[in-house]
């Protein structure tokens, strides 16, 4: 066993343990963007929307993963296969 996930946060293991959040199709193209180094700004040009939109959505994503940032949830992203 790695001995590193022994000291992962109780939050970061149950998260990663259980099974993928729904997102909505929005926040799944927000991930995408995220998951090809985009920022919020070329995410929002690229989906016709405000910059401030594609953080709230980003939150929202944040929240249902678990996410403390947005390489954690690119990485629960992968994990779960809701990004490619």
Request: aromatic fraction near 6%; hydrophobic fraction near 40%; glycine fraction near 8%.
């Amino acid at each position: 066993a790695d001995p590193t996930w022994r000291l992962a946060p109780r939050r970061l293991r149950s998260a990663e343990m259980g099974a993928a959040p729904t997102l909505t199709a929005r926040e799944i193209q927000v991930l995408e963007g995220m998951s090809h180094g985009r920022s919020n700004a070329e995410i929002g040009r690229e989906l016709f929307l405000s910059e401030d939109t594609v953080k709230t959505h980003a939150r929202r994503l944040f929240k249902k993963l678990g996410a403390s940032d947005r390489a954690h949830a690119v990485a629960l992203g992968f994990r779960w296969g809701l990004v490619r």
